[in-house]
């Protein structure tokens, strides 16, 4: 009999391993819905050409989605961006843009206080801009000029629709820079150009992390952070 129940409690331990083991990797799983950014040390900033279009602060935003470890429970929200584009005819060839991190909302349909032991996204939105995060009271925005702009590949998938270009720009938060690149769809006419992207960062490329090193409070949120720019400028 004993030898039966230590069987059977073997049998459970190894079921509830695999189970696990399954678990892990089904939420590991997210699927992408952005382009993987490709990063590298900061880089010269392109030279200005053509005419400034300025950005319109009311139209333009970041739109930020974050996840728990495997994808779950995103938490999302936006900033309001502004700044230039340089443009030579219908060419994007350089611009710099601020976010306010003072205007990051998080979306109330992103946190449920009931799941969230009574946090509500506005306790999210303070605990993003206090020193743990972003540290607004000594790092107000969030800035990106471009250092480079390319046709796209031939052949280059993408999950931003339409992509026609590739850009590159020194991405600076907090006190931070590193070049990112990744595609985008650039559109001109009319006196008005549109910039969008879809495209996943890690955070801790910039060093954005909840607490020490190794912390188990910041293990549980995903390093990645999926970004949706979407950027209307004008003469």
């Given at each position: 009999?004993?030898?039966?129940?230590?069987?059977?409690?073997?049998?459970?331990?190894?079921?509830?391993?695999?189970?696990?083991?399954?678990?892990?990797?089904?939420?590991?799983?997210?699927?992408?819905?952005?382009?993987?950014?490709?990063?590298?040390?900061?880089?010269?900033?392109?030279?200005?050409?053509?005419?400034?279009?300025?950005?319109?602060?009311?139209?333009?935003?970041?739109?930020?989605?974050?996840?728990?470890?495997?994808?779950?429970?995103?938490?999302?929200?936006?900033?309001?961006?502004?700044?230039?584009?340089?443009?030579?005819?219908?060419?994007?060839?350089?611009?710099?843009?601020?976010?306010?991190?003072?205007?990051?909302?998080?979306?109330?349909?992103?946190?449920?206080?009931?799941?969230?032991?009574?946090?509500?996204?506005?306790?999210?939105?303070?605990?993003?801009?206090?020193?743990?995060?972003?540290?607004?009271?000594?790092?107000?925005?969030?800035?990106?000029?471009?250092?480079?702009?390319?046709?796209?590949?031939?052949?280059?998938?993408?999950?931003?629709?339409?992509?026609?270009?590739?850009?590159?720009?020194?991405?600076?938060?907090?006190?931070?820079?590193?070049?990112?690149?990744?595609?985008?769809?650039?559109?001109?006419?009319?006196g008005k150009a549109e910039l969008t992207?879809?495209?996943?960062?890690?955070r801790q490329d910039w060093g954005l992390?909840?607490?020490?090193?190794?912390?188990?409070?910041?293990?549980?949120?995903?390093?990645?952070?999926?970004?949706?720019?979407?950027?209307?400028?004008?003469?």
């Amino acid at each position: 009999m004993q030898r039966i129940l230590i069987n059977n409690q073997f049998t459970m331990k190894k079921l509830s391993i695999l189970a696990l083991s399954a678990f892990l990797f089904a939420v590991s799983c997210k699927e992408s819905k952005t382009d993987n950014a490709s990063t590298s040390t900061e880089q010269a900033v392109a030279e200005q050409k053509g005419e400034t279009y300025t950005v319109n602060a009311d139209s333009s935003l970041v739109k930020w989605t974050g996840y728990h470890k495997g994808g779950l429970n995103p938490r999302f929200g936006i900033m309001k961006t502004s700044g230039t584009l340089t443009l030579d005819g219908d060419n994007l060839t350089s611009g710099s843009l601020s976010a306010d991190v003072n205007t990051l909302v998080t979306d109330p349909a992103s946190v449920d206080p009931a799941q969230s032991e009574g946090k509500t996204s506005a306790d999210l939105d303070s605990h993003l801009k206090s020193a743990d995060f972003f540290d607004v009271a000594k790092y107000p925005t969030v800035k990106f000029e471009i250092t480079k702009v390319e046709d796209l590949a031939a052949g280059t998938e993408s999950k931003t629709e339409g992509a026609n270009k590739t850009v590159s720009g020194n991405l600076t938060i907090k006190d931070k820079t590193v070049n990112v690149t990744f595609p985008a769809k650039v559109v001109v006419a009319n006196g008005k150009a549109e910039l969008t992207s879809k495209f996943t960062i890690n955070r801790q490329d910039w060093g954005l992390a909840y607490g020490a090193e190794g912390d188990t409070k910041d293990w549980m949120i995903s390093q990645e952070v999926d970004l949706e720019l979407h950027v209307v400028a004008t003469k």
